[in-house]
């Protein structure tokens, strides 16, 4: 036996059989060809023993995907395919052991060893083949994550079932069944009639809602490549250690707890601090985000920055993860995998070709200057698609209101084509710079958001605006700080919006004494979160990033949706994208009317 050098990833084969070659199996692919990995039979815990082939899509050939989280690729086990040892990380192999039939053989693809992955130009071609993979398999497994079997008999809801084991799994999805029946919430079995809450009735829920914390905190929740996993297959199958459940038992569940919410019934309302504790959102939020997505098909521009809780060990993934769920303006503007492209120059060359594709500057609206935790020598302009964070939940949110708001008049814009890629020509007009700046709403207890409020208010008096009129002439300050606190919006639920009227004053203004003691009805306050107040020098106010100073310039740009917050370099004419922003006042147009009074910036 000898030693060689496997191309399976992360790995090496430890042995060989004498005239075994597994580098057959990764001849080079014609443009519609895969691998798959057939799974020999064999009970839990025995060896596992594989072998690849290649197939071609267009033969229609009957397999199955496996979408998983690939996990420390330090921590690797043992497998034998094709007669050679080699390794995978322990996570394929758990879900390989799980997924394994005892007595036939089972037809898989999976990514680690199915893609060739020390070949940049093969990985390419076959992400970008990831659309037809996952919608063309007989059927998809969601390997969410693995338990430690345990031989103890367990039964439903039982309070010693401990997060992450296997009776805690079981409890997981033991109420996640009955929530997806329809049951209220708080007349479940395990709970009485009454308006009282037994103390038993409660450790029975609060566990059982802890192990669906422990399930929905998984890695695999975390990666940006399970959400198209799991949106394209028609049904998949959400599969946690030997446990199995139809994806559409999750989809039932969310569709329950948004109606009972929605409701308040079941004396919810009473009782929201026990219906509406960290878990049970977090499971809602986490399915919801990948349903919305499964009965809304949405443009690539729309698609990245969605999923801000996802992450990718190469940036670049942040888009080449979202491809499969793009239209096919992706494809119109030449944007697929390349993994020969830099990470700065992939995502500034995305911007660029989504604003020429659309015309408009929605790729600004995504742009936030973290405290300078953006990727080095990445352009102003180009948003940080890696980024994630807490931040990116106003970004998210931000997507859904745009189009309420169009500053510009001339609404179409196309770049040009200029000497360096990394640098940026647009046009409007210097509106205005800003002569103050105020407290940042962050999330954080409804009652100090009111403090930040209650500061921004008192700014206003200091400078003696309060009683004076606002420069639009629609009343004084003091009658126009309510539209900087909803954004000049009424939130309707969901991502549902209207535009507000000098009519919504007194909504407003009841309302907002109210934001200490729960989630407001009409304010979306994720619309307020990492947004900084601001006075320009004309005397509008606004709201934008925390990192606007004074002397920052706003500017309406031609295809832009909002102002935005400019900053001087030393080169002449030359600014920085400080951040998109909310102007009261100036976000319905009016104010670019001819072509010969434009200026051109040069943003880098």
Not at 476 to 501: P, V
Not at 541 to 565: E, R, Y
Not at 581 to 597: D, N, R, S, Y
Request: glycine content about 6%; some cysteine.
């Amino acid at each position: 036996m000898s030693t060689v050098t496997s191309h399976l990833p992360f790995a090496s084969v430890v042995s060989e059989a004498e005239g075994a070659d597994i580098e057959d199996a990764y001849l080079s692919l014609d443009s519609r060809q895969i691998r798959l990995l057939t799974l020999g039979p064999g009970k839990y815990g025995d060896e596992i023993v594989g072998h690849l082939e290649i197939v071609d899509l267009k033969d229609e050939p009957i397999f199955e995907a496996l979408s998983y989280c690939w996990g420390d690729r330090t921590d690797v086990c043992e497998i034998t395919v094709d007669d050679h040892r080699v390794c995978v990380t322990r996570n394929l192999y758990r879900a390989l052991q799980r997924l394994r039939y005892e007595t036939v053989s089972r037809q898989i693809w999976a990514d680690a060893i199915c893609i060739n992955q020390e070949d940049d130009e093969e990985k390419a071609h076959q992400v970008n083949m990831m659309r037809d993979i996952f919608t063309r398999a007989s059927m998809t497994t969601l390997f969410i994550g693995d338990y430690e079997d345990d031989t103890t008999p367990s039964t439903p809801f039982s309070t010693d079932a401990e997060p992450g084991s296997q009776a805690g799994v079981e409890n997981a999805i033991a109420l996640i069944r009955k929530l997806a029946d329809d049951h209220h919430i708080f007349y479940l079995d395990f709970k009485t009639d009454s308006d009282s809450l037994p103390d038993k009735s409660f450790q029975v829920w609060y566990k059982a809602t802890e192990c669906i914390r422990s399930l929905v905190t998984q890695p695999w929740w975390s990666r940006v490549w399970t959400v198209q996993e799991a949106i394209l297959p028609s049904d998949p199958t959400v599969q946690y250690g030997a446990i199995k459940l139809s994806w559409m038992v999750f989809s039932q569940t969310v569709d329950n707890l948004a109606m009972h919410f929605r409701r308040r019934c079941c004396k919810v309302k009473a009782r929201n601090d026990l219906a509406e504790e960290p878990p049970i959102v977090t499971f809602y939020n986490k399915v919801a985000t990948v349903d919305r997505r499964r009965y809304r098909p949405l443009p690539l521009n729309m698609l990245l920055g969605r999923f801000p809780d996802r992450k990718a060990t190469d940036p670049r993934d942040m888009i080449y993860g979202v491809l499969g769920l793009a239209h096919d303006d992706a494809v119109a503007v030449g944007i697929e995998a390349d993994y020969t492209i830099e990470t700065v120059q992939l995502y500034a060359q995305t911007a660029r070709k989504l604003i020429q594709l659309h015309g408009d500057l929605r790729p600004f609206m995504q742009v936030y200057h973290f405290h300078g935790d953006r990727l080095p020598g990445l352009p102003s302009w180009t948003p940080d698609y890696s980024l994630g964070g807490d931040w990116e939940y106003y970004s998210v949110a931000l997507l859904y209101v745009q189009d309420f708001w169009k500053p510009a008049d001339m609404a179409t814009f196309k770049p040009l084509a200029g000497d360096n890629p990394l640098e940026l020509d647009v046009s409007g007009i210097l509106f205005d710079d800003i002569m103050a700046v105020g407290d940042t709403v962050t999330p954080c207890p409804n009652g100090q958001i009111i403090d930040v409020f209650d500061k921004w208010i008192d700014q206003v008096r200091s400078l003696g605006y309060w009683n004076t009129q606002y420069p639009t002439g629609e009343g004084t300050y003091g009658d126009n700080m309510w539209m900087i606190l909803c954004r000049g919006l009424i939130w309707l639920g969901s991502h549902d919006y209207r535009m507000a009227t000098h009519q919504d004053r007194q909504l407003m203004e009841d309302e907002i004494p109210t934001i200490p003691n729960g989630r407001p009805v009409n304010i979306d306050l994720q619309l307020l979160y990492y947004q900084r107040f601001f006075i320009t020098r004309k005397g509008y106010m606004g709201l934008a990033s925390p990192d606007i100073q004074v002397g920052d310039t706003v500017h309406v740009l031609v295809g832009g949706n909002t102002p935005f917050i400019m900053r001087k370099t030393r080169r002449t004419n030359c600014f920085s994208l400080v951040s998109a922003a909310f102007v009261h006042g100036i976000m319905q147009g009016g104010l670019l009317h001819k072509k010969e009074e434009l200026e051109s910036f040069t943003l880098i």
